[in-house]
Structure formats: C-alpha cells, structure tokens
C-alpha cells in the first residue's frame, strides 16, 4: 500500500524513442505531470508499465482506468498478440492507493470509494478472462492489487527481488481484487494461512505455491523481453517454452512456510478462526516453533472483523468463479466502507498508512464479541435504492484457458 498524491491524468505522449506514442485514445495532462502508465510498442507486443515508483506504483484511479482501456483496446487490435505488464522502480505495484479511497469516504461519501473497487474488480475481470496473454513482470514488491493486477493474467514471472503478500487483515479489510478466487486455489490451506496473517512470500515461494508461474533470476529479465518482443504469435505454448528458456528453479530457504504445509493444513482447515487459533496454540505446546509463534501474533493483531470476513469469503471462493467471487467481495467491500458494523478499515488506515503508530484499536476488539449475524451483514446487498451489484462486463468467445489459469 501507499500513501496518496495529487492525481493527475495521464498523458501518453512519449519524448523517449523507445516509447512510441500510442495510436490508442488517450487522455492528456496539461500539468506537466509524470506518465502514470507508459506505453511500448514492439512488433505485435504492448509493454504497459505502471509508472508512480516512488509510490511503489500504487494504483491511483487513473491507472486503473487507463489500463482498462488499453486492455480494451488491444484485445480489439488484431496487430496485438500479446501484453507484457511490469513496474518502474523496485516494485511491480505495492497496492491499490486505499488512502485516496478512505479520503474521500472521510469526506461523506463512501460511494466514490466503492467506485474505486468496483473499476479495480472490472479489471480484474477482464485480465482473468483475456482472450490474449498477459506476462506480469513481477520484479520486486507485489502487495493486494498488484497481485489482481498480474495472477488472474495467463504468465507471471517472479524474480529473487519478489515479495508478495496480502496484508488485508492488518488493515481492517480482507484480501480482495479476487484472492477469494486465487487464494482458495493454492495447494491445501496456504491461501487461508496466507490471506489471514498476510505472510510475505519470495520469489521461489511464490512459485512453490503457483502465484508465479515462471522464476526467472533479474538479470535475465532485459534478454527475456527482447525475447518476447521478436515473437508474433499468442501461442501459449512457444510464449511459455521462450518464458522457460531464461527460468531457473530457485530453493526454497530453510525457514520456508512452505516446508509447513502439514501444520498449516492441520491448523488453517479448521473452521472457525477461533479453531485456528486454537489449533496453533495446541501444536505450540507441542514443539517450540518461531513460525508458529510469529503466526499466532499476526493473527491476533489483525482486525477480528477482518478475520471472520476473510475466512469466510476464501471458504466461499473455493466453490466459485473467478466473476461469482469479484461480486461478492465488491458487496464485502461496500459494506466494509459503510462502516456501520465496523470501522476498522478507517482505523487500520490510520495506524498502518497515515499516522503510522501501528496500533490499531480494533472494534469490535475480540473475537467472540462478533456473532454469525454481523458477519452476515457483509455478504449482503447494500439497502440503498442508488447501489447496485457489481455488473461485469460481457465476454464472449473465450478460449478454454481464460476462464480458469490458476
């Protein structure tokens, strides 16, 4: 995550000659402001490069729409046979800019903060089932949207500078952008430890679990693009064969998460968070274990709210679509900016991004003093005559590995 800017529109008009100016529509800025998102153009290849680095390229407004469009646009395009996504800087995206979203709830209006989520989902929905693939770059920082902006595309290269997480839960939200789709499909309950104590994953990680789909080390990063940008196909086969031809197979450190997988199995199926937490208490007196340890302090500095909210919709996602599951977390997030259960979002803001004591007061501050009903609240419609779901927009004639590349 990151803290906000003034905004500006984006303008594509490159000085740079090896950005070429885009034929696409495009909006342009009279302010002089830097490119939020700049434009390649190799052959049949479309490099979109989020461009906010010192924000960590962080996803204002105006970045998501304009990769809506471009998306939009090259899908269109019969010259564009292939997207490669990546980040300027030392991330990919930390994020989507959630202090621009609580601002303006702040204001009055929680609205302009679920339009926020609902053009942030609409993509991901497209990326998820984009008739061409996307190869996400992701040579550094990935945090909550970056990980929808690059897991629902087809490749996703990780490198030894990967760190990804979502930290959903020490913010008073729950892991969103369609990780209820993605989390609930990582091998047995990594995606239920991972979304509820917000575990930072590496590179090899990453692949272990299949966010990644490629492990290519940094330095081969430039002789893989050049590589990708000779090529004119959308051959999922050949991109994947020219992916793999600069890859490695990176080891996993010794004090992985991953070498846990059957206490985490063990622990992260129970059924409740109250159960969870239990269970890894049971195994902690069993055997003396930092990870376990450090898991039982992240799970309980987290938003209890956040918890119940983000079990549930993770359990909820493993028998859902990727689009079933981007409308049910759109109407999570909406309630969640109506703060009339709860207000941790706001405080988690506050002590994590603005104020930065990071000390939450979580309220509800217990886990038992939230019941099944107030749970409930969150996985229903708003009751307002001016809201409405989340409409996806139509797609048609999908290939087979659009609906599901997980």
């Known amino acids: 995550m990151a803290t906000t800017i003034n905004l500006q529109l984006i303008s594509l008009e490159?000085?740079?000659?090896?950005?070429?100016?885009?034929?696409?529509?495009?909006?342009?800025?009279n302010n002089g402001g830097t490119d939020q998102v700049l434009v390649e153009e190799t052959g049949s290849v479309r490099t979109f490069i989020l461009n906010r680095p010192k924000q960590l390229n962080a996803l204002s407004s105006q970045m998501i729409s304009r990769l809506l469009e471009l998306f939009h646009a090259s899908e269109g395009d019969s010259n564009v046979k292939m997207i490669i996504l990546k980040g300027n800087g030392r991330a990919f995206c930390a994020g989507g800019d959630v202090t621009a979203v609580v601002h303006n709830v702040r204001q009055g209006n929680w609205k302009l903060g679920a339009d926020y989520f609902r053009e942030e989902f609409t993509l991901n929905y497209v990326m998820a089932t984009y008739s061409k693939p996307q190869v996400s770059i992701l040579n550094g920082i990935v945090m909550g949207g970056g990980l929808g902006a690059s897991v629902h595309g087809r490749f996703r290269v990780a490198t030894e500078k990967s760190v990804s997480a979502m930290p959903e839960t020490a913010l008073g939200l729950f892991p969103d952008v369609g990780a209820s789709y993605f989390y609930s499909r990582l091998p047995g309950f990594f995606g239920e430890y991972a979304g509820l104590t917000g575990a930072r994953l590496d590179g090899a990680e990453m692949l272990a679990c299949g966010l990644a789909t490629h492990f290519v080390p940094s330095e081969r990063l430039p002789l893989l693009e050049e590589a990708l940008a000779k090529v004119d196909t959308s051959d999922l086969d050949v991109i994947s064969a020219i992916i793999s031809g600069y890859s490695s197979m990176p080891k996993l450190k010794a004090e992985s998460p991953y070498h846990k997988m059957k206490i985490i199995n063990r622990c992260f199926s129970r059924r409740t968070i109250e159960e969870i937490i239990s269970s890894l208490e049971n195994e902690a007196l069993n055997k003396k274990d930092d990870w376990i340890s450090s898991t039982i302090q992240s799970l309980k500095k987290a938003s209890p709210t956040s918890l119940k909210i983000s079990l549930r919709s993770i359990r909820e996602g493993r028998l859902q679509g990727v689009g079933s599951c981007l409308i049910r977390e759109y109407r999570m997030v909406c309630n969640v900016l109506?703060?009339?259960?709860?207000?941790?979002?706001?405080?988690?803001?506050?002590?994590?991004?603005?104020?930065?004591?990071?000390?939450?007061?979580?309220?509800?501050?217990r886990l038992e003093l939230i019941r099944d009903d107030d749970i409930e609240c969150y996985f229903s419609k708003i009751d307002d005559e001016d809201w409405e779901d989340l409409k996806?927009?139509?797609?048609?004639?999908?290939?087979?590995?659009?609906i599901a590349k997980l």
Do not use: Q, V
């Not at 490159?14 to 800025?29: D, E, G, R, V, Y």
């Not at 109506?338 to 501050?365: H, Q, T, V, Y």
């Not at 996806?392 to 590995?401: E, T, V």
């Open 338 to 365: 109506r703060g009339e259960f709860s207000k941790d979002f706001f405080e988690g803001c506050r002590a994590i991004l603005i104020d930065k004591d990071r000390n939450p007061k979580w309220e509800p501050s």
């Open 392 to 402: 996806l927009p139509p797609r048609s004639n999908l290939p087979p590995y659009a």
């Open 14 to 29: 490159f000085k740079s000659p090896k950005i070429l100016k885009s034929t696409m529509a495009h909006t342009s800025s």
